[in-house]
């Protein structure tokens, strides 16, 4: 059976299912569909020169890779390859032909350090290490069940705040870009951020399909976004945090708590029956946050960084 990598067309459904399929089956705990894989290929920033790849064998797409430069960061060089074979299709050298043909278009456009997720599992680790990355930071996949389980009470706003939607901004979201600019910039992570353009975030991230203003939950004090939690839906069953955070004035006050139960119990009348987010393994208040939710960890990434030259 003959393995070739090439690029995701982004025209061809049967690609864009086969990436989604790849992905649901490896990666169950993060939300794609064909339409979000599409939409990201068309608009994410050109100088992030992204380049989402699949390896095919017999026609059938068994692994893929997210490849592309931290466009956003002011350290310049920096790089991420993300691969993922179909755990059915494991040991047939797609993995190893995926990181090749990412790592030659990357350091083509200048990427000296590379950066790369990998489920915390022997194999996968090994094979990381074995192409010459090392070790770095964990993350941790949580899963709610959201139809079964039991979400923390509602509570009314305390005194001065007001819960409002995602909706409630659809013809001003900038607030909510300056919260999110904010909430990201102080997240543990290896890579630092200047998130300073307005018009990627709106292409990025508010209109990305599978973006939900109206179960985005806000709590306003004063008539600003003072915390959040961005939701996202694959359109099924699924719900996902893309970022829960409070602006620095108002941390500690339990905002991010009030936003998100909200959040979480409008998802479930809704009809969602899986609530998914994910933790820097570092990040002990949000982990304690989504403990109190009812959430449970359900699998472990760790980051893995490769020098190159």
């Known amino acids: 059976m003959t393995v070739i990598v090439r690029d995701l067309r982004p025209d061809v459904r049967a690609d864009l299912e086969g990436f989604v399929q790849v992905r649901d089956r490896a990666l169950p705990f993060m939300l794609y569909t064909p339409d ?6 068309a608009h994410t920033h050109p100088e992030a020169h992204y380049r989402p790849l ?5 026609g059938e797409v068994i692994g893929t ?11 310049p060089g920096q790089g991420y390859v993300n691969v993922y074979v179909h755990p059915e299709r494991t040991l047939r050298g797609a993995g190893a032909l995926l990181v090749r043909a990412a790592e030659e278009h990357l350091s083509a456009h200048g990427a000296t350090k590379l950066y790369a997720w990998v489920l915390d599992q022997p194999g996968n680790r090994a ?9 770095s930071r964990s993350a941790h996949f949580l899963r709610l069940d ?8 509602l509570q009314d706003p305390p005194p001065g705040v007001e819960l409002r939607t995602g909706a409630d901004f659809a013809d001003d979201p900038r607030p909510l870009f300056e919260l999110d600019s904010q909430t990201l910039a102080d997240e543990p992570s290896d890579v630092d951020y200047e998130f300073t353009d307005y018009e990627a975030w709106l292409r990025e991230t508010w209109h990305q399909p599978l973006m939900s203003p109206e ?17 996202r839906t694959d359109g099924g069953t699924r719900y996902g945090t893309a970022m829960t955070g409070t602006a620095r004035a108002h941390r500690g006050k339990g905002l991010a708590k009030l936003a998100k139960n909200d959040s979480l119990h409008r998802a479930r009348t809704a009809g969602f029956t899986q609530a998914f987010t994910g933790n820097d ?21 760790v980051r893995y960084v490769r020098e190159l030259g």
């Open 36 to 41: 979000s894989v599409a939409y990201d290929i």
């Open 54 to 58: 699949v390896a095919e064998a017999d």
């Open 65 to 75: 890779a997210q490849v592309g430069l931290v466009h956003d960061s002011p350290e």
């Open 127 to 135: 094979f990381a290490e074995g192409h010459g990355y090392r070790a």
């Open 146 to 153: 959201l139809a079964g389980g039991t979400l923390p009470p």
């Open 215 to 231: 179960l985005t939950s806000v709590a306003v004090v004063d008539g600003r976004p003072a915390a959040f939690t961005l939701a």
């Open 281 to 301: 393994a570092g990040n002990g208040p949000m982990i304690a946050i989504n403990t109190w939710f009812g959430y449970e960890i359900c699998a472990t990434e």
